[in-house]
């Protein structure tokens, strides 16, 4: 940094000065050869081990010579022979400034990755550099060794490093030279560096030997440079330099922002392009001036009364209204780039009217000769070649009227229904007439504006000669359009009319129609090649696995139909829009669980969830779903569920509609599955009271686990509203068998398997004796919605006890090779625990090897003489087994030739 050094008698001027080094590589031959290489240096890289425990011993390592011996020996330039020498750098002039940096991150090969060294190191306040000064070992150095004057160095500046090798944050303790104290330089954060009293400030720079902060570069001045009180602390000619570099910097930021203000305009003047450039501040008064000054206008329109400014826009020749001359560029929001137009007036002449609501719109009237040039040009997106009318037309007239000067200017006698304006281009073609009248029968008066019609749009005008039924006219450019322009190819499957599923795709059929017919029109083409008598009969999809086309309505470019289209047919009552078709299963809590399927219908997501339930009764009483009979399960009353992969979730208030019957809002797709459960009576479910509580009841004398139950409650329901329920379940269970509300024992179940009788033997029991009957279900046994609770009679006897478990006393930790769980809190620190010990040793870690080529050569030469040594050894006792067999072949001769013959 520059403030750090003053100019001196060893200063060069320079914020800094560099220091001096000597390479020298001294050899051991008994030669006396000395090679020195003379550098300039103004940091110290410092490798950490175990040795370099502060920074001073690291620069003590770091000046240290090194051997180089054996396979590291140092080539003599002379003899051309490897000798053994010695290494070492020698300080000759240390800088002003001293960087060190601590070589903190480096490459794992075990782990192969990059790490960080978290060493401890302590950072040294101050160092002196005199004792590491011209110690190498030559002649020169020994006479002037001991006899240098202390030359202390006094850290000044930190850079701190937070985090891993992987990434991190920095940021710097810096010392100011007046009053002495550190501070912390965080980003934009300046702040005192604190410490109690007693503790170091530095502490967090020497590092604690773990992950964390640490001090990664530190920079060291030469206490005879610092600067004094009352001297500068950056020297003139720095001063300078920053100044000149701070002047030009302004000079740069105050031209960006002068080009960042800047609106370039063209005002339009007696057919006159007039280029004004001003800063948005300026008022547009004072573009008038400039725009008058510089259009030389005649001397009656020189004052600011006479003349004015309006928006412009030069495609269409539209002006809109006249701008405040008090105003700013910037209150008017003034684009980048802006076109006006300049109007005068004689004097005493009046300014005309401007409608404020008058927007342009360009005309182009459809004929025979004039449709293949109009759709040829859709094709580019210009009007070329084509004769256009510009007309204002105010956009909050009625629609009728906008028709009306529509015709006026394109000549033609208007009559009601008798001109069709339309809007048209490469991705749709929309009939102003029919928007209009659909707006009116919802309400909407129609216009330009309602209907938004944006200005300067091109709207095509056809006077209609036939009419079709219902009396619309028959549009020759739409029909060109469809023919040409707007045309897609639909390919879809064929369906025979005794199978509900669509046929193969391999036997397909395709219709040619327009992307602006609608759905419903597309399935009126598609109707006589399927061979079908309705459009009903059928319905759409994109492919065979997703959801069919429910609103009929849109076009089919609402629908991002592409020019070669697929679809997949499927007879069946086609949905229609918010409808879905839902899987329904059966429940009953009284039975053994399962959920059967039962039908699948389509339901309106709007509709309310207790008249759902009952088109589901009559549905069931009335039909024979799946060919099996209707209500053979008995159904008088039901509960609406959700059903999840584990069973029925939760509940569908009866009071709401279907998609808002669960605690948030649900859209139904094709497919989703509910369950109607089985229940005794009928029930209203709604928010007051809409959590269900699984119930079972153990006795204990028996060791019978009776079925499940299921409560209704709310989330504040106490333990006294549950009581009357418990002794409900306990009569229906067993009627012989009466349970006290005295003796009454509960606890929480299982949430994510079944409770076994094994589960309640352990149990330990909550006495209600214990308990508040104030208290809410939840706080006192912990029982949440969709939980389950426990009661028993702690009256009865007991008939199993729970099993004893082995354990042993053993310290809270890990012991090596073992398996443990810890004990709760509150036992101490000492808890039972089972022990599981492994007999297989653990694997010892194996280190890395790094070979040099000498010993790969001799590790290959030891690896093949011991593979020489083997296969002379192996030939040898093959030899040896060969003279044994030998032998006794020999000798079975010999006893063959004495043997009697017989």
Known sequence: PAHVARGGPRSTGSCRSRGTAVDRLMSLAGDGFVRNIDSKFDQLQLALDEEVTSVEKGIAKFLAPERLTEGNQWRHPVTKQKVDAEKRMVLKEIPTVLTVALSRFKMDYQLMARVKINQKVTVDETIDMSQFLGKGGGEEDEEGAGKAAPRPYDLFAIMMHSGTARGGHYYSYIKSFKDGKWYVFNDAVVRPLEAKEGEDPLELAHGNGKAGTSAYMLMYMDRAKCPKDGEDVIPKGVLKVVEEEDKEWESERAEYERQRRLVCMTVYFNNKEIRIDMDKGVTVGDVLLKALGEGKAKAAAETTANARLRRYEPQMGWAQGELDPSKTLEDCKFARNTSLILETREEGAEWPKIDPNAIPIRLV??????????????????????????????????????????????????????????????????????????????????????????????????????????????????????????????????????????????????????????????????????????????????????????????????????????????????????????????????????????????????????????????????????????????????????????????????????????????????????????????????????????????????????????????????????????????????????????????????????????????????????????????????????????????????????????????????????????????????????????????????????????????????????????????????????????????????????????
Request: charged share 35%; glycine share 8%.
């Open 365 to 902: 009237l459809a004929t025979e000769e004039s449709i293949p040039k109009i759709l040829e040009t859709l094709q580019f997106s210009d009007t070329k070649g084509l004769d256009v009318a510009t007309v204002m037309i105010d956009k909050t007239l009625p629609f009728e009227k906008a028709v009306e000067e529509a015709a006026k200017v394109l000549k033609l006698e208007y009559k009601e229904g008798k001109q069709t304006l339309m809007l048209i281009d490469t991705q749709k073609a929309e009939i102003l007439n029919a928007a209009a009248k659909g707006l009116k029968e919802r309400g909407t008066e129609p216009s330009l504006y309602t209907m938004n019609v944006s200005p300067g749009v091109v709207v095509y005008v056809e006077e209609a000669t036939e009419f079709g039924e219902g009396g619309a006219p028959k549009l020759r450019l739409i029909e060109e359009y469809d023919k040409t322009v707007g045309q897609i190819n639909v390919e879809f499957n064929l369906v025979s009319a005794d199978t509900k599923k669509g046929g193969d795709d391999d036997d397909n059929a395709h219709v040619i129609v327009s992307k602006n017919k609608t759905l419903k029109q597309l399935k009126e083409v598609m109707r006589p090649v399927l061979g079908l008598e309705h459009v009903d009969d059928f319905r759409l999809k994109r492919n065979r696995n997703a959801e069919q086309f429910k609103d009929e309505a849109k076009t089919l470019e609402q629908l991002n139909f592409m020019s070669n289209q697929y679809i997949y047919v499927e007879r069946g009552r086609p949905l229609r829009k918010g409808e879905s078709n839902i899987r329904f299963y059966y429940y009953d809590a009284e039975e053994d669980g399962k959920m059967p399927f039962l039908f699948q219908i389509p339901v309106l997501e709007t509709r309310k969830v207790s008249d759902l339930m009952k088109e589901l009764l009559r549905y069931l009483n009335d039909a024979k779903p799946n060919g099996k009979g209707g209500n053979r399960y008995g159904l008088e009353h039901m509960r609406l569920r959700e059903k999840k992969k584990g069973g029925p979730g939760a509940i569908f208030q009866s009071t709401c509609k279907l998609n808002r019957g669960l605690k948030t809002f649900r859209k139904f797709r094709d497919g989703d599955s509910l369950v109607i459960q089985k229940i005794a009576k009928p029930e209203v479910f709604d928010k007051a009271k809409n959590h269900i509580v699984f119930v079972l009841q153990f006795e204990r004398d028996t060791d019978v686990l009776h079925k499940r139950k299921e409560i209704i409650v709310s989330r504040m329901t106490t333990l006294k509203d549950v009581i009357p329920m418990l002794i409900d379940i306990a009569k229906e269970n067993n009627e012989s068998k009466t349970v006290d509300v005295a003796n009454l024992g509960l606890q929480k179940g299982k949430l994510t398997s079944a409770t076994t009788v094994s589960d309640c033997v352990e149990l330990k029991w909550k006495a209600m004796s214990e308990l508040k009957e104030t208290d809410r279900l939840q706080t006192a046994i912990g029982v949440r919605s969709e939980g389950t609770l426990i009661f028993c009679d702690l009256s009865s006897s007991v008939k199993s006890q729970p099993p004893e478990k082995k354990t042993t006393g053993t310290r809270r930790g890990k012991s090596p090779g073992s398996r443990f769980k810890r004990g709760s809190k509150g036992t101490g620190g000492f808890t039972g625990v089972e022990v599981r010990t492994s007999s297989r040793p653990s694997r010892p870690e194996r280190a890395l090897k790094i070979w040099t080529n000498e010993e790969k050569q001799a590790e290959i030469a030891k690896k093949a003489q011991l593979d020489a040594a083997k296969k002379a050894e192996a030939e040898k006792g093959k030899g040896a087994e060969a003279g044994q067999q030998k032998e006794a072949g020999a000798e079975k001769a010999k006893d063959a030739e004495q043997a009697p013959s017989s």
